[in-house]
């Protein structure tokens, strides 16, 4: 059985930022089975797009099932295994700069940033 990454990017991000090609190029020549998936409307990541996304893109989850995410994708990890039956297993979950809340410093746009992190990212 071969093991299986999952790389899920962040808020306007994609496969093919550096961080993500880099990992997928090592996990290769390491032997895993690697899928850097393009996430949905990047731009404008709203969480009732992404879990379905998820659930349709990532057809096995097994003990040799490993999920990768970044910023916003870590979000998106934990929320889809939030919906996964209990029984459910997988190898590893690694998370790279995850984040729940956002300080007031972090958006370049507060009006429109905001309003996205809200929609259903930001636990209440």
Request: charged share 25%; with cysteine; hydrophobic share 35%.
């Amino acid at each position: 059985m071969m093991k299986s990454v999952y790389i899920i990017h962040g808020w306007g991000g994609s496969p093919k930022e550096e961080i993500h090609k880099w990992l997928k190029s090592e996990l290769e020549k390491n032997g895993f089975k690697v899928n850097a998936l393009k996430m949905p409307n990047s731009e404008t990541p709203r969480i009732e797009e992404w879990i379905p996304f998820l659930q349709k893109n990532i057809p096995v989850l097994d003990k040799q099932t490993y999920l990768v995410g970044h910023s916003i994708g870590c979000q998106a990890i934990l929320r889809y295994l939030e919906t996964l039956p209990k029984e459910t297993k997988v190898r590893k979950v690694i998370l790279i700069a995850p984040w729940t809340n956002l300080l007031e410093t972090a958006y370049e746009n507060p009006d429109e940033e905001k309003e996205i992190a809200n929609l259903g990212w930001k636990r209440q």
